[in-house]
């Protein structure tokens, strides 16, 4: 692969992939059917565990291995495209987090630091598990947010059941966390709890359209 992988046809980048969790083994037929089953890299990348496993050939490790190389793709793709955007809308913050919670099978929580532009400047995951459960640290939060200089943070969760409403525990801890970042001075715009496709801004964009009116 001396040219890199563009040199490649897409079934011999799948086998060149599954070469690591298959050692010294042709994976040329496994490569194939990927393709046939899937149509192409993207899609195979992008398939679920299960739909993985269906593939004959593919064991439980080549199939966390294939989900983990889409999923750190799909993240490095999505921030990078992110961090050279502007965002003064809300519709465009939720279409942002729907890409970077897409394919997550289990409950994640994020920190979006913005400047006075409305230009993402942190984006950082800070918690795994349902939000109430998951370790959120609200010293931790303003510590990120101050350290970048931030005007203005948003946290989002998902709902992998695919039902967007937020808990009770959702706003009991959204109000906690909303009023350590008063205090210090580092307002919380909004917090989206986001489920497949959709999303639901606690604060009802509120505190997100006077910062748009003002950017």
Known sequence: ?????????????????????IPRKDTNVLGHRLIDRFGSVEKAL?????????????????????????????QLRVSEAARTESYRSIDKLG??????FKGKGREHVYLLAFNGKMELI?????????FSSAYVSSKAIVEIAIGCRASGIIIAHNHPSGVC????????????????????????????????NDYWPIFDGKKLKNMFEHC
């Open 165 to 196: 409403f937020p808990s009770g525990d959702d706003i009991a801890l959204t109000k906690e966390i909303e009023y350590m970042c008063n205090n210090m001075g580092v307002p919380l715009l909004e917090h989206l709890v986001v489920a497949d």
């Open 46 to 74: 992008e398939a679920s565990i299960d739909d993985l496993l269906m593939v004959d050939g593919i064991g439980e490790y080549s199939a966390i291995q294939i989900k983990f190389i889409g999923d750190l793709y799909r």
């Open 122 to 130: 942190r984006l950082e995951s800070i918690g795994i598990g349902s």
């Open 1 to 21: 692969m001396n040219n890199g992988i563009e040199s490649l046809f897409e079934h011999e980048q799948l086998e060149f992939l599954l070469s690591y969790s």
């Open 95 to 100: 279409r942002l987090l729907c890409a970077i």
